[in-house]
Each structure stands twice: as structure tokens, then as C-alpha cells.
């Protein structure tokens, strides 16, 4: 059994420095995989720091894009 963390997670999804590395090392392994239940808001937190860059306000309209 190997535990995987967030960073390790999140590796896998969003394109990073260690990304093929993870992808790598993730596709050879045959061990049982297991995280913590904690790694699921970790995630999310991650992903909030990557889609930073989304602009709130719609271009188009003007707009809070939460109100269109």
C-alpha cells in the first residue's frame, strides 16, 4: 500500500513541473494506492490557486459572471 498525496494528486490533473514525472510513476506502479480523506478539500484548495487567472467579471456583458 503506497499513499499518494494532494501534490501528487493534483500532478495527475493540472500540467506541472512534476506532472509526467507522477503520470510516470503512476501508470508502472501495481501497488494499492490510498490518500486521505482530507485530500479531497486539499484538492479543491489547489485548484482554486490554478484557476486564479479566470476572470470574474464577463467582458462581454459586464457582469459578475456569479449574477449572469
Known amino acids: ?3 499518494v ?3 501528487a494528486v493534483v ?4 500540467n506541472e513541473a512534476a506532472s509526467a514525472a507522477v503520470a510516470a510513476w503512476y501508470a508502472g506502479t ?10 479531497v478539500t486539499e484538492f479543491a484548495s489547489a ?3 490554478y ?3 479566470v476572470p470574474v ?4 456583458r459586464g457582469q459578475n459572471s ?3
Do not use: D
Not at 500532478?11 to 493540472?14: D, E, P, Q, R, T
Not at 501495481?30 to 485530500?39: G, M, N
Open 1 to 3: 500500500m503506497v499513499y
Open 5 to 7: 498525496g494532494t501534490s
Open 11 to 14: 500532478a495527475l490533473i493540472v
Open 30 to 39: 501495481k501497488r494499492e494506492l490510498v490518500t486521505a480523506s482530507w485530500c
Open 47 to 49: 485548484l482554486l490557486g
Open 51 to 53: 484557476c486564479s487567472h
Open 57 to 60: 467579471v464577463s467582458r462581454a
Open 66 to 68: 456569479l449574477e449572469a
